[in-house]
Structure formats: C-alpha cells, structure tokens
C-alpha cells in the first residue's frame, strides 16, 4: 500500500525531472530515497545535513533566484524549529516554498514529544494569511496536492501522516460533503486523515458530515452555505487552531463551535498513534462521545 | 557614474569615488553633525564594493545577471542608505524621514520597499543562509557570473545559524560566495583563536584586512579562489 511520504517522493523526483525550476532541500531526513535524483540533478537536489535553519535560509536564497524550493523533514523540525526562518527567511522576503512534512501530531509517539508537532498549523497561522495549509487523508491526495503547488511562488505547507482514510478525495479543497443532514442540521467538518474515525461517529445522527483537505484557506463560503447554527470541526493538530476563522466567516451568525483536535498537554506517553488518537478523544467513540454531549446541550 | 557592457549584457558600474558626498549624505539620514562616517563600522566596505566590485545598478537590480549583496547584519543601516543613494538606487530625499510614518528606510532595511536592497534584515544570523541559498540558486541555473557577497558583523557570529551555513559553503565548495565580517570587537565572549578560523577550518580561503584601508579592501573582496567560498574580515576600531 502506497503511504503519503512515497507518493510525495515519487512526485518530487517527478517534478525535478519535469520542471528545470523545481529544487529540494532535505535535512538528512529522507535523503537516500532522493540519492538516485540528486544524482540526476546535483544543483537542484541539496541536502544540507542537521541543519534546519539552513535548510530554510537556503529555500529562501533559492526562491530569491526564481527557483521553486521543496522543504521536507518532520514536522517538528520543518515547523516547530525553525520559525523564525520560516517568518523571515521566506514571508519577509516576500517569497514563497513549499514545505512539506511528515510526523504530523503523533505518528511518532514512540518517539516521544520531541517528534511531535501538534501545533505545526497554528504556527504557520500566525504567519499571516498567505498560506495554503494541505493536510490530505490518504496518498492519493498527495500527488495532485504537490503538482498544484509546484508552479506557484506562493508558501504551501503539506501536511503528510502515516494516519490515513479509506477512500481518497483529491478534489476536496472545498468542503466536499460526504453525508447529508436535515435542514439545518448540525454541520461536522472532517479535516484530512480523522475522516474515518468522524464517520463512524456520527453514523445515525442527523448531521451533515463535510470534508476538506485544506484548512488554508478555509472554504468559508462552503461552511456559511452548509453550516445552520451548530458547527463541529475535527482536526488531526491542536484544538481550536480552525475556531478563528470559523468564528470570523460565521460572525454575523448565531451559532455554536465544538473544535476537537489534539490537546495541548505533553501527554508523556509513548504507545501508538492510536492510543493518542485515543488519548486525544479523536477516536470513534471518543467523538462520539463529544459530539452527542455537545448537541445534547443545546437541548436535542 | 559611469556604465559599460560586458560580455553578458549586462551594464557594470566603473570605478566611481563617492567618498565625497558620503558625509553629507549621512547626515542626512542621522542628523548628526559630531560623528564622523568613520563612526560607522561598515562605510569603508560597503563604499569599496559599491564602487569597485559590485556589478550592480538602479537599471539592474532584476537583472539574474547582477551580482547580489546581503546585508545581513541590518543594524544601523545609515551608512548602507547612504551608499544605494550615492549611486542612485534611492533618491536623496529619502534620507531625511528615517524610519519616519511614510519613510521606505527604517531602522532595518526591507528588501519590498527599498531598490536594490537583497535581503529584508535586522534578525541577526539570517543572511548567511540566505546567501548560500542564492548562491546555490545561481548556480543551479548556470548563471556562474554574478557573485554573492554577504555582510556580517563579529557579533552577529554568535548566532548559531551563521555556523551552519558557514560548514556547508565550506563542504560544498561555494565558490560563488563571499562572506566580509566586519570586525569591531562587539561580540561578548570574543572570538578565541580569530574569527577567520571559524571559516578557513570549514574549506574557506580568508583575508584578514584593515576595514579602513581601500586598497586592501579591494584586493581582500576580490581575492576569491575557485572551489571555495571567500571570507573578508575587515577589522575596525572597537565599538567603545
């Protein structure tokens, strides 16, 4: 079975052997599963070592050029790190990459909290509103997510995890609604791979079960069409990161918000990801549990 | 100032003397009539690459072909100001509203507001790595003319980033690059066993000159080797 991470690889060399503008810069990470491409294109495929700063000052230098840098490591270093490259080094320059990790929140929860970044997203957020924020839910989104990116200058943050759906919704940049509720009905909103767990836990509520691939920007033309007057979003990072732009686009709205997420504690606690998915209440029933509290306390 | 083509195209600036009209231009931007330019670190270099090295100017700041100079070490941008007006990349005018309401010159330049500038700075520890990375980006397109100088302070090598930068241009052979550190002596803890160490230990070649000398200027930001990056630490008096 195909994962995120290999079809991003397999893109990539695919765009570096397609596009004479398309640049990689690695930090170790994933390095020997582009040695064969760096072989092909030495200028174009740099890995800088366990240097993450460099690795963002270098895809800044290189968008200065014209060129069209990929970044790729583990969220925690790509994001959680290097911030202020990020900040600087890329949105004050006034050029754009693509950034690309894997880890997500918990994928490597036997690694422990230094492989972690639940809160990667927030802080792209705070960057300003330029960015595309993709966090696709199964491989089959991450090809055509890349190729959109690659010919734009614009920053792009692909959000890869080893946590994946069933079925795959390539075109679901908007709010693609997977399950109709009655008039009215409260509108749950499934970002990237906790699809599969926010379908069985809504199974026989009346809700409307929406699901995107891209949180930035937010369709919050989609969510004022769909939503009545009780939202629900499901994110596979911090809580709460998507409650701003939801309380923004719906702020001439009477309306209620339940944001579940990954919670902010450093759990300390190692086991599998789905034990975090657990742990983190975004499990089927953990949802479920959730959403029914929160329907039921507006009376239903 | 006077321009001629090369064999790229491109328009290079001659040598020029703008030593003259530096003073006046900086008070402009200062407002201070006690301090000599010399009170500003970086005058020398940036008026010896201004107008003798850089193949730069106001009608080729697009240009791929242009050689790039990054102001790393944004602080105190007067001088900086002074040299882009003095060769026309910014009207004069625009010195006297420092870092005022509606002034494009703050007290840390941004590349967005102001012609010819490369790099928004003021962060230290940012230009180097951005450096390489244009190098690389150059290089990467076989435009193998233009050359990448970088200004540092001695201070701002405290930042951990700038060592990054300076190990991976040594292992790769960035031999479109050069580094200048000017050197007043600010960084707390010093530079035990000299700053040029740091970088001819990494695969550099270095010239340590003094910062005020031109003619030794000249020949260190021009004195670039192939296969290597090129360090210049310029030494100047001590802060104080």
């Known amino acids: 079975m195909t994962v995120m991470r290999a079809a991003f690889i397999d893109s990539t060399v695919a765009l570096l052997d397609e596009d004479p503008r398309t640049a990689l810069v690695l930090a170790d990470i994933s390095a020997s599963q582009f040695a064969e491409a760096g072989r092909r294109h030495p200028d174009r495929v740099l890995n800088v070592g366990i240097r993450e700063q460099l690795m963002i000052g270098v895809a800044g230098g290189l968008a200065l050029t014209g060129l069209r840098p990929i970044v790729h490591t583990y969220a925690t270093f790509l994001v959680d790190r290097t911030y202020e490259q990020i900040k600087l080094d890329l949105d004050h320059q006034g050029v754009g990459a693509v950034l690309v990790s894997i880890g997500a929140s918990y994928d490597g929860s036997a690694e422990g909290r230094t492989h972690q970044s639940p809160g990667d997203v927030a802080l792209i957020d705070s960057l300003g509103d330029g960015w595309t924020v993709r966090v696709p839910g199964h491989p089959d989104e991450v090809a055509p997510l890349l190729r959109h990116a690659a010919p734009s200058d614009d920053p792009v943050y692909l959000r890869l995890s080893e946590q994946r759906n069933a079925e795959a919704y390539p075109d679901a940049d908007r709010l693609r609604v997977l399950r109709q509720g009655g008039t009215n009905a409260p509108l749950v909103v499934a970002v990237g791979p906790t699809l599969d767990a926010v379908l069985p836990a809504t199974e026989a509520m009346d809700v409307t079960v929406a699901y995107t691939h891209t949180p930035r920007p937010f369709d919050t033309a989609g969510l004022r069409a769909l939503a009545g007057t009780e939202v629900v979003l499901v994110e596979p990072y911090l809580a709460g990161t998507s409650s701003a732009v939801v309380s923004r686009a719906l702020a001439d709205v009477p309306h209620r918000l339940l944001a579940l997420g990954v919670g902010q504690t450093d759990l300390r606690r190692y086991g599998g990801p789905a034990d975090h998915t657990r742990w983190h209440g975004l499990d089927a029933a953990g949802l479920r549990l959730s959403i029914s509290a929160f329907l039921g306390s507006a009376g239903r | ?240």
């Open chain 2, 1 to 240: 100032m006077h321009f001629k083509s090369d064999s790229s195209g491109m328009t290079t600036t001659l040598p020029t003397d703008t030593g003259p009209r530096l003073p006046g231009l900086i008070r402009r931007l200062t407002g201070d009539e006690k301090h000599s330019p010399s009170a500003h670190s970086t005058i020398d270099v940036l008026q010896v690459l201004y107008d003798r090295v850089l193949r730069v100017t106001p009608d080729t700041v697009d240009d791929p072909e242009r050689d790039r100079f990054l102001l790393s070490k944004g602080h105190g941008p007067a001088a900086y100001y002074a040299v882009l007006a003095a060769h026309g990349f910014i009207p004069d005018a625009w010195l006297d509203d420092l870092a005022g309401p509606h002034s494009r010159l703050g007290h840390h330049p941004d590349r967005l507001l102001v012609p010819g500038v490369e790099i928004g700075s003021g962060s230290l520890g940012h230009g180097l790595g951005l450096a390489v990375g244009t190098a690389l980006g150059l290089r990467a397109q076989g435009l193998h003319t233009p050359r990448v100088y970088v200004l540092l302070g001695d201070a701002e090598l405290d930042e951990g980033s700038n060592h990054e930068a300076i190990v991976y241009a040594g292992a790769t052979g960035l031999d479109r690059l050069t580094a200048i550190v000017v050197d007043n002596s600010s960084a707390t803890h010093g530079w035990s066993g000299g700053i040029a160490s740091r970088f001819t230990v990494n695969g550099w070649t270095a010239d340590a000159i003094d910062g005020r000398d031109h003619t030794a200027l000249y020949r260190a930001l021009t004195g670039h080797l192939p296969r290597r990056p090129h360090l210049v630490v310029a030494r100047v008096e001590s802060k104080g």
